[in-house]
């Protein structure tokens, strides 16, 4: 009793520096628990002598990082079984799809049904999507059965569908082409043109037959047309032209019911006139005239500024120049007012495919999870942003989709699906 507490190695200890370290005592002094030590001076390892194992309860949750010593306790190794476990769920949802695809079934947004060989996208960044599709040019797409291109940045679209030249979109092959329906009208330069527009321009008939445009003679500079082409060797009918203003400064063409006038006025003067006569104006004398019986020549005939005139051959020749030349100008404005609108038609519609483009690559949220997402796209020039939302649950799916390009044109849509 009374012993003093120890402070050296070979002083001896009391009851309370025992109890102080966690011993605790029965009422007969006999020890009630156990102390826990190093195995060895080292202090390298700890041996627990339960004999079913001992639990080692109280532990404060580690610190999880490369160069953490720290125990881990119960709770944070559930927390990383229950994530494990959702990996592995995903990973075989994942597996089972893919197993299902190469069967010849769909997945959720995919699908397909084929016994042929694989598709092969082996140029860079190539895109490959049917039985025996191949893409071997930098940057290719190849979409369809058979499917093949092996020049950079083109794309083949269907079944059998080959794009044989670089930087080109190809919806057939050589003997087997297809039409490309339900086209905007072209407003750009670069746009693509519909049956429509080139209807409206006199360009094709309602069958789509070409029509035979008139087309300024190349080097002269818009100061030169031949009708029937360079080169042709019969004479072609200008049809349809309005009367042309009849001056001496006008350059507007004449058609053929001004010269019948004209040739009526002159019949009349012949059939009216059948003796020579002498006309005079002053008490001078004037040149006679004959049109007695026979063909004669009128010369020295004064330009006419009457309507009853008679007019000269340099008058005539001055209206017939007037009236090509009037036909040489509105050929000019109608060919120039159509390349306008067919250059705006064709941005148009490129600005359209951009945000086609745009659109079809937004990404669709997987089921339980919802997505905002944005995309881009180029077509022709013309580029356009689309933003989408998305979401899905284990039955429904619901898409929205925004999209405005570089033409000035927005667009939108919306749908909604159902699993069953």
Same mark, same amino acid.
Do not use: C
């Given at each position: 009793?009374?012993?003093?507490?120890?402070?050296?190695?070979?002083?001896? $200890?009391?009851?309370?520096?025992?109890?102080?370290?966690?011993?605790?005592?029965?009422?007969?002094?006999?020890?009630?628990? +156990?102390?826990?030590?190093?195995?060895? =001076?080292?202090?390298?390892?700890?041996?627990?002598?339960?004999?079913?194992?001992?639990?080692? !309860?109280?532990?404060?949750?580690?610190?999880?990082?490369?160069?953490?010593?720290?125990?881990? &306790?119960?709770?944070?190794?559930?927390?990383?079984?229950?994530?494990? *476990?959702?990996?592995?769920?995903? &990973?075989?949802?994942?597996?089972?799809?893919?197993?299902?695809?190469? =069967? @010849?079934?769909?997945?959720?947004?995919?699908?397909?049904?084929?016994?042929?060989?694989?598709?092969?996208?082996?140029?860079?960044?190539?895109?490959?999507?049917?039985?025996?599709?191949?893409?071997?040019?930098?940057?290719?797409?190849?979409?369809?059965?058979?499917?093949?291109?092996?020049?950079?940045?083109?794309?083949?679209?269907?079944?059998?569908?080959?794009?044989?030249?670089?930087?080109?979109?190809?919806?057939?092959?050589?003997?087997?082409?297809?039409?490309?329906?339900?086209?905007?009208?072209?407003?750009?330069?670069?746009?693509?043109?519909? $049956?429509?527009?080139?209807? !409206?321009?006199?360009? &094709?008939? !309602?069958?789509?037959?070409?029509?035979?445009?008139? $087309?300024?003679?190349?080097?002269?500079?818009?100061?030169?047309?031949?009708?029937?082409?360079?080169?042709?060797?019969?004479?072609?009918?200008?049809?349809?032209?309005?009367?042309?203003?009849?001056?001496?400064?006008?350059?507007?063409?004449?058609?053929?019911?001004?010269?019948?006038?004209?040739?009526?006025? $002159?019949?009349?003067?012949?059939?009216?006139?059948?003796?020579?006569?002498?006309?005079?104006?002053?008490?001078?004398?004037?040149?006679?005239?004959?049109?007695?019986?026979?063909?004669?020549?009128?010369?020295?005939?004064?330009?006419?500024?009457?309507?009853?005139?008679?007019?000269?051959?340099?008058?005539?020749?001055?209206?017939? =120049?007037?009236?090509?030349?009037?036909?040489?100008?509105?050929?000019?404005?109608?060919?120039?007012?159509?390349?306008?609108?067919?250059?705006?038609?064709? *941005?148009?519609?490129?600005? @359209?495919?951009?945000?086609?483009?745009?659109?079809?690559?937004?990404?669709?949220?997987?089921? @339980?999870?919802?997505?905002? %997402? &944005?995309?881009?796209?180029?077509?022709?020039?013309? %580029?356009?942003?689309?933003?989408?939302?998305?979401?899905?649950?284990?039955?429904?799916?619901?898409?929205?989709?925004?999209? +405005?390009?570089?033409?000035?044109?927005?667009?939108?849509?919306?749908?909604? @699906?159902?699993?069953?």
């Amino acid at each position: 009793m009374n012993v003093a507490a120890g402070s050296r190695e070979t002083d001896a $200890v009391n009851l309370r520096q025992l109890m102080d370290l966690g011993a605790s005592f029965n009422a007969s002094g006999g020890a009630s628990n +156990g102390f826990v030590a190093y195995d060895d =001076k080292q202090a390298s390892s700890v041996t627990f002598r339960g004999a079913a194992g001992s639990q080692l !309860k109280n532990v404060s949750a580690a610190v999880l990082e490369p160069e953490s010593s720290d125990a881990v &306790i119960g709770a944070q190794l559930f927390e990383t079984n229950e994530s494990v *476990k959702a990996v592995s769920d995903r &990973i075989r949802d994942v597996k089972a799809t893919v197993d299902t695809i190469a =069967k @010849g079934g769909a997945g959720q947004y995919f699908g397909a049904n084929s016994v042929r060989s694989a598709a092969q996208a082996v140029g860079t960044d190539a895109l490959a999507m049917g039985p025996a599709a191949s893409a071997s040019g930098r940057n290719a797409i190849a979409v369809g059965l058979y499917a093949r291109t092996d020049y950079d940045n083109a794309v083949a679209l269907g079944s059998n569908s080959v794009a044989d030249r670089a930087n080109t979109i190809s919806v057939g092959n050589r003997q087997s082409k297809r039409q490309i329906t339900n086209v905007a009208d072209g407003t750009d330069e670069t746009d693509a043109v519909n $049956v429509a527009q080139l209807r !409206k321009a006199g360009l &094709i008939d !309602k069958k789509g037959d070409r029509l035979d445009a008139v $087309v300024y003679d190349a080097g002269y500079n818009k100061s030169l047309i031949t009708l029937g082409g360079v080169g042709a060797t019969s004479v072609v009918a200008l049809t349809n032209v309005a009367a042309g203003r009849i001056s001496a400064e006008s350059t507007d063409a004449v058609n053929g019911s001004q010269f019948f006038s004209l040739s009526s006025r $002159v019949d009349n003067i012949e059939k009216n006139s059948p003796h020579r006569t002498r006309v005079r104006d002053d008490p001078r004398p004037t040149p006679s005239v004959a049109v007695d019986g026979g063909n004669r020549v009128i010369s020295h005939v004064v330009a006419g500024v009457a309507e009853t005139d008679a007019v000269n051959l340099g008058q005539l020749n001055a209206a017939l =120049k007037v009236g090509i030349d009037s036909a040489y100008a509105h050929t000019d404005t109608e060919v120039a007012r159509l390349r306008l609108e067919m250059e705006r038609d064709r *941005k148009d519609a490129s600005g @359209g495919s951009a945000s086609a483009i745009a659109i079809a690559n937004l990404p669709q949220a997987y089921q @339980g999870e919802s997505m905002l %997402s &944005i995309a881009g796209g180029t077509f022709g020039g013309q %580029s356009s942003v689309a933003l989408g939302l998305s979401t899905a649950t284990k039955r429904w799916s619901v898409k929205a989709s925004f999209t +405005g390009n570089t033409r000035g044109s927005y667009g939108g849509g919306a749908g909604v @699906g159902y699993r069953f």
